[in-house]
């Protein structure tokens, strides 16, 4: 791609930002640089490239893309979305304090509770939707703010700017875990956050293949420190893993507009049957917050939740029997998913009061005809 005379738009910056024709013999693709180590002409003298860790040229090319899609100037990719979690944490010190979502991913919740607990730093976890609660929770030595939005799996939808305007007014960074909405929906930089985290496993991939995280951000200090920690720590993808990302993000936008289009005719679909007591999903005019959703995101994604009338025994029957969505957790990728998240993903909050209602069940909604899954779901429910 040559230096664009014109501001890009998304599908275009998702195909070719970081992925110009490589130089040596034009393959039109990022190769994977299957290599751990790089030949230099002289010490000290190389191709910007040394040792894998540090820096491989397909890491580099998703980096440079992700952080484009973000509307970021960088972006970091690492093995996992909780290596990029755990890099995110090691900018804390002891005597630090995270406010944080009172239902962010629980393995974000786990990560600061029972292990960067040992290292003297402490969490209060809040219902975000109200503002002033956030408010009230800072402390002098609060030093992030960790925000999760659309949450899982009740679909909570948060304010970003509000929040982040809460965080600087403390001066703590904010952080938003963009898993769910995916950049094409919602871009959280552009409204006053630090710092965006992915678990790339999950839409950026988007074929359910690879386990990959990334961050992405604006300060070029904030980025010096976290691409240290990148190096120091080493929880890096490889470089198949970063080349599966990079191809998963090339069809990003047209995912998740039949993503979102599917979810929602299966919202409406589960609203009126007689066996279902609520949906959540953000694109129902019925959710509370329908309005802020609207002005934040640009559509609201493939994943939705629902009550079924008889609890958890109920969910688990009608997970057994469907057909073409797969009983399995994870999330995001073109095939659809079924889950009951008391028995599945949240077990470990089961009896707290963080525990998601019995009868709820989730759905990832894939990009199959759409026709086909409600029959699916409709056999399904009996
Ligand atoms: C899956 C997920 C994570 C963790 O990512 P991994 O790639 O599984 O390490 C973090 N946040 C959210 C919202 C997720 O769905």
New binding site residues.
């Given amino acids: 791609m040559k230096s664009p005379r014109r501001r890009l738009g998304f599908e275009t910056l998702a195909i070719h930002s970081g992925q110009e024709p490589e130089s040596a013999t034009g393959a039109v693709v990022v190769p994977i640089f299957q290599t751990s180590t790089f030949a230099q002409e002289a010490v000290g003298k190389n191709k910007g490239y040394e040792y894998a860790r540090t820096g491989n040229p397909t890491r580099a090319a998703l980096e440079t893309c992700l952080a484009d899609l973000e509307g970021g100037r960088w972006g970091l990719a690492f093995a996992?979305?909780?290596?990029a979690?755990d890099a995110v944490a090691h900018l804390l010190t002891r005597g630090d304090h995270v406010v944080m979502g009172d239902d962010v991913?629980g393995?974000?919740y786990r990560l600061f509770a029972r292990v960067f607990d040992r290292a003297g730093i402490t969490l209060t976890a809040v219902d975000m939707r109200r503002p002033a609660a956030v408010t009230r929770a800072m402390r002098r030595n609060t030093r992030l703010v960790w925000i999760?939005t659309p949450s899982?799996p009740l679909l909570k939808v948060l304010d970003l700017s509000a929040l982040a305007e809460i965080a600087h007014r403390g001066k703590a960074l904010a952080i938003a875990?963009n898993?769910?909405a995916s950049p094409y929906l919602q871009q959280p930089l552009r409204l006053g956050v630090d710092l965006v985290l992915h678990?790339?496993?999950?839409y950026l991939g988007g074929h359910s293949d690879v386990?990959?995280?990334a961050l992405a951000g604006t300060d070029a200090a904030l980025r010096d420190r976290l691409s240290f920690i990148q190096n120091a720590a080493g929880g890096v993808p490889g470089p198949l893993d970063a080349w599966l990302v990079l191809r998963g993000a090339k069809t990003l936008a047209v995912r998740m507009e039949r993503h979102s289009a599917n979810a929602l005719a299966i919202a409406e679909w589960l609203t009126e049957h007689p066996k279902v007591t609520s949906v959540n999903y953000p694109g129902l005019q019925s959710h509370p917050q329908h309005e802020l959703a609207k002005r934040q995101m640009r559509a609201f994604g493939g994943m939705l939740s629902f009550e079924l009338r008889g609890g958890e025994a109920a969910a688990k029957r009608m997970a057994a029997r469907t057909e073409i969505f797969a009983l399995a957790e994870?999330?995001g990728g073109v095939e659809s998913l079924i889950e009951v998240p008391l028995s599945m993903t949240h077990g470990s909050v089961r009896g707290t009061k963080l525990a998601p209602p019995a009868g709820l069940v989730r759905l990832s909604i894939g990009i199959e005809t759409v026709d086909d899954l409600i029959a699916d779901l409709a056999q399904a429910i009996g």
């Avoid at 678990?199 to 999950?202: A, L, P, V």
């Fill in positions: 996992s979305g909780m290596a979690s991913y393995g974000t999760e899982n875990d898993t769910f678990s790339t496993t999950k386990i990959g995280g994870s999330l």
